[in-house]
């Protein structure tokens, strides 16, 4: 029967043309193909990779950034209390200063007048003196004239000095 | 990945249905032609077409002086005794006898076979065949023309690649059918798919692209070849060696000692797994040529009822039914391509492996 007798020429040719196709496929179709979707695969996977690991850096990115926020506020409300704390020291400590300075100006204006008032004794009764000399020479000169009135002066002074 | 896979398939079907209208037309023009004798012989005209030929008919005409042909020749190659014979199948045309060095060539129809062959006669002995005759014959010119349309398809669409790995239109309906049987490999032969996936893809395309080329009935296409035992039978004889020279020792282990068996047991196993061997590969050759060939002749017969009955009113069930086998020799098409694929990679994955 011809229909299920092969003919081994027909068997020879179809082995031969299909390793022939076997190796032309292989190089110039199946290699460049399949490896082409295998990079195209990786590629893909590369992409999906890399987008989940940026999408997670933007998360830790996001909690950094609220992190750092509260941070920057507390630090904020920590400075502004040391500020406002460091301020009523400062006032404080400058209120005392002019206080103290203030008490000193007065004691020192005080010694001052006080010296100033001395100084102005000291000469005020040095021209009293200085005076009192004057007008005691001017009476003297008049008074001593005779001797009966010199030794009288002399008289009293000495009485009214008390040797004791 | 579906809706292209749908879109190929449509386009397929309406290609396919278009060339059904033309494959009635030729048939019928062919059918009308031999008509004229009283004795109508359909059996040799099936057979003609499903059979090979050594020479590739492109139309055929009736006139008076006689039936005429426009057909190639095709190289004839044969080897007999130390002589070779080296000629065009036309220099064999209307009994034409070649005689050379005492022997006498030509083309008869052998005892008991339907379609002509090359003989030859020697001075002993007459119309015997020559030792090897491996002429060109119209399914081996139609086998590389296959090859051309497979190469053209697959190494342009390889190409495409080059210029993006993610191409448009035609490249991306190939992807989809090359990944398809791509992953009958991978599942079925496992970790150790990828030295056999360029086999499974060769096998699946070589056979459907020729089962495709079968159904298109006009040149220089509707060849037989997918359904001859030959071609089916080296296809075979491929993933028959495949499977053996690259199986693992598990595999020869399995087959020669069947373990887990009682003793006994293994009289009747080990001839029956070493039997399967063998009839795996045969049961892949017979299942493409049968299925290929058994569509042919179906719808030669159908469309032959016509001419047997002789009447045009048959002719509308007659074509009706054409219609139907043709749509479901298109489904076959690319079936008997997967399930030729899918076995050869299951025998193979289950030789490869070593536990299963």
């Known amino acids: 029967m011809d229909l299920l007798s092969p003919e081994p020429g027909l068997v020879i040719w179809t082995g031969l043309t299909f390793l022939i196709l076997l190796y032309l496929l292989g190089k110039f179709a199946w290699r ?11 590629s893909i996977k590369n992409a999906i990779e890399s987008a989940n690991k940026a999408n997670e850096e933007l998360k830790q990115l996001e909690a950094t950034r609220a992190r750092i926020q509260a941070e920057t506020r507390q630090e904020r409300d920590a400075v502004l209390r040391e500020a406002q704390s460091l301020k009523n020291s400062i006032v404080e400590e400058a209120r005392a200063a002019a206080k103290q300075e203030a008490e000193k100006i007065v004691v020192e204006a005080r010694a001052q007048i006080e010296k100033e008032k001395a100084d102005a004794m000291l000469e005020m009764r040095q021209q009293v003196a200085k005076l009192s000399v004057q007008i005691a020479g001017k009476i003297l000169v008049e008074n001593l004239a005779s001797d009966d009135k010199q030794n009288e002066l002399v008289e009293k002074y ?4 008390n040797f004791n | 990945m579906v809706s292209k896979l749908k879109q190929i398939a449509l386009v397929i079907l309406m290609l396919l249905g278009l060339s059904c209208a033309t494959h009635l037309r030729a048939e019928n023009a062919e059918m009308l032609k031999a008509e004229e004798p009283e004795q109508l012989d359909m059996t040799e005209l099936i057979f003609h077409h499903v059979l090979d030929s050594y020479q590739w008919d492109i139309v055929g005409w009736e006139t008076e002086s006689g039936e005429q042909k426009l057909s190639i020749p095709l190289p004839v190659i044969a080897y007999y005794d130390g002589h070779f014979i080296c000629k065009l199948s036309s220099s064999f045309a209307e009994g034409k006898r070649i005689e050379e060095d005492g022997l006498v060539w030509y083309m008869g129809v052998p005892e008991g076979r339907v379609v002509e062959k090359l003989l030859l006669d020697t001075p002993s002995e007459k119309g015997i065949r020559p030792t090897l005759d491996i002429s060109v014959t119209r399914n081996v010119a139609s086998m590389w023309f296959s090859v051309i ?3 053209l398809i697959f190494v342009s669409a390889a190409r495409a690649y080059r210029k993006s790995l993610v191409p448009h239109g035609a490249v991306g309906a ?3 059918v090359v990944l398809f049987v791509k992953d009958i490999a991978d599942e079925q032969i496992g970790e150790k798919s990828a030295k056999y996936v ?22 220089p296409f509707s060849t037989n070849l997918s359904g001859n035992i030959a071609f089916t039978a080296t296809l075979a004889i491929g ?4 499977t053996n020279v690259n199986a693992s020792k598990h595999y020869w282990v399995h087959n020669f000692t069947v373990p887990g068996v009682p003793f006994v047991m293994k009289f009747i196993l080990v001839p029956i797994e070493i039997v399967t061997m063998f009839i795996r590969p045969f049961t892949l050759l017979v299942r493409l040529f049968a299925n290929v060939t058994g569509g042919h002749i179906i719808i030669l017969s159908l469309i032959s009822m ?7 009113l048959m002719s509308l069930p007659s074509i009706l039914l054409t219609l139907i086998i043709f749509v479901l020799e298109i489904i076959f098409g690319a079936l008997q391509a997967y399930i030729f694929t899918l076995l050869s990679a299951l025998y193979i994955g289950l030789a490869v492996n070593e536990e299963h």
Do not use: H, Q
């Open chain 2, 174 to 176: 190939v992807e989809a």
């Open chain 1, 32 to 42: 460049p193909l399949l490896s082409a979707i295998k990079e195209r695969e990786d």
């Open chain 2, 239 to 242: 993933t028959f060696i495949l």
């Open chain 1, 158 to 161: 000495l009485n009214e000095s």
């Open chain 2, 198 to 219: 360029p086999y499974m893809l060769s096998l699946f395309f070589f056979i459907w692209i020729n089962n495709i080329i079968g159904l298109i009935p006009v040149f």
């Open chain 2, 149 to 151: 349309v497979i190469l």
């Open chain 2, 306 to 312: 016509i001419f047997i009955i002789g009447s045009l």
